[in-house]
């Protein structure tokens, strides 16, 4: 069974298995006081350009987002997302447990629009009865998004300055940011990663695929996720070969399907994939 279904579903890289047999033997503190967490925060600090920053690890991008959102928050505050962000409808309500309702903009392609967020917060602040309303105090996007689309720097500048006038927090889900960075005309390009690039590189060769067989997409997505167009009788005949995911209805006739590469792609798996194609 071939698997375009997740990034994460295969276990580590070769090189971080190497590397746990290398240092298995050593001793060391535990609970993050280990100088491995110690290493990997200065270079942290040192890609964010943020020599002063606390860096801290969670288990999972679920935990994370729970744990910083409820952390900046105050107790009466909320977050805006857009209606497909991961925080709205991926992650088991696990932000609105905590207490913060999850504000929800309309997507363009995945991606919150400025004009979109600065005409709510218009309306937020003219709002006589506000005080009755949920209080917006951050505003949350994804990079890349739930569509595989990244925000140019542009457009994440003009969220920020919006941001910045209301006071509003900003929060980059970072879950998939590797890929992000890799992608194509990124203009993003703090961090650098070789894993991410192979990714990025099967997912430029399962898109020219897709597009050699003639099938539509849905969107241009620019990561490691293709979201293409199927019709409904291939969808049936392709999932008892291949796992992925079908994101949602396109019309009476087809699915909209989505393809995920990864570190671990191979060659021979999209040839695979072609030709059941």
Known sequence: MLSFESDYNNGAHPQ??????????????????????????????????????????LTGGTQTNM????????????????????????????????????????????????????????????????????????????????FGTVYTKGEIEEICDICQQYQLLLFVDGARLGYGLMVEGSEVTNLYFDIARHAITMAMRLRETLRKKGYRFFLDSLSNQQFVILPNDKVKALSEKVEFTIWQPYDADSQVCRFVTSWATTEEQLAALESYL
């Open 16 to 57: 971080i298995l190497r590397r746990l047999v290398e240092t298995n033997d050593l001793q060391s503190l535990t609970y993050g006081f280990d100088q491995w967490s110690e290493s990997a925060r200065s270079k942290i600090r040192v890609a964010a350009q943020c020599p002063d920053a606390s860096v801290y690890f």
């Open 67 to 146: 744990t910083v959102i409820d952390g900046c928050l105050k107790s009466y505050e909320a977050v805006i997302a857009v209606e497909t962000g991961h925080i709205s409808i991926h992650e088991a309500s696990a932000i609105e447990f905590t207490g913060h309702k999850v504000i929800t903009l309309p997507h363009h392609d995945g991606k919150m629009s400025a004009a979109d967020l600065k005409n709510y917060m218009q309306w937020f602040v003219n709002d006589q009865s506000r005080d009755h309303l949920a209080q917006p105090g951050m505003v949350y996007i994804t990079y890349p998004t739930e």
